[in-house]
């Protein structure tokens, strides 16, 4: 769900820094042949990625729920040369589409695709991270923290999405089913945890930013 209106959305998208044709074209593909195509990230939010890794320039970065690569590549845009981005995704299905991309954007050495559950692939990823962009099953997401909060570089930053969860966050409690229940717990545990500081953004389905201080 957007927060503003149709139109409003559509200046956002008319005055932000142009979607990069190759991400035009994964966009059109994913909503053509992909199932469950709202899950991309897309234009206005992709630009937001992009722009954040551009301002830290990480050296490597942790994508949880890859999808079609759509964020992927996004927060590739401000890795640094020899950078590497670790994207994990379940559906094996996805790797076709997410290759076909990722060959064409000049990044591919650049990107690693990990296929399986994401809990049981991090327990075993030894790795620190500049940058972690928390995308994928929503059950999952205390689990997701307090794992990469571990392997956090210095000022690192997770970026969580659909934290506002179309607005059901704040629903009374008599509708609120787990996901939206497990929600409300990451967003307070995110912002109680002394280790962060903690903004949440009203872009798209809302995405909070959590700065290792
Ligand atoms: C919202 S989409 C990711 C969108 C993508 N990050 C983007 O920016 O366009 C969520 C993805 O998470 C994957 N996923 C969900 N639960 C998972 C799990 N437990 N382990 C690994 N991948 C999972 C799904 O297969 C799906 O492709």
Redesign the pocket.
């Known amino acids: 769900m957007d927060f503003i209106s149709e139109k409003l959305t559509e200046y956002i998208s008319e005055n932000s820094n142009k979607e990069p044709e190759i991400l035009a074209r994964l966009n059109q593909e994913t909503y053509q042949k992909i199932l469950k195509p709202r ?3 897309g234009h206005v939010q ?1 630009r937001f990625l992009s722009t954040i890794s551009k301002m830290k320039s990480p050296s490597t970065i942790l ?6 690569g ?3 590549l ?1 927060l590739a845009e401000g890795l640094l040369n020899e950078g590497m981005i670790f994207t ?4 094996e299905e ?1 790797l076709k589409i997410q290759n076909k991309y990722f060959e064409q954007s000049g990044k591919r050495d650049n990107i690693i695709q990990l296929t ?4 049981e692939i991090l327990k075993d990823l030894d790795k620190t991270f500049d940058i972690v ?1 928390i ?3 929503k059950e ?1 997401y205390i689990e997701y923290f307090k794992i990469v909060a571990e392997k956090l570089n210095k000022n690192g930053i997770i970026i969580s ?1 659909n934290v506002l969860w179309s607005g059901k966050v704040i629903e009374s409690t008599s509708k609120h089913d787990e996901e939206t229940n497990i929600l409300i717990k990451y967003n307070r545990l995110l912002n109680e945890d002394k280790r962060f500081e903690t903004i949440i953004l009203p872009i798209r389905d809302g995405l909070s930013l959590s700065r290792l201080i």
């Open positions: 899950m991309i990230s992709g994508e949880i729920g890859t999808y079609t759509y964020g992927t996004c994990i995704d379940r559906n996805l399986g559950n994401a809990i962009f995308d994928a099953d999952n999405d």
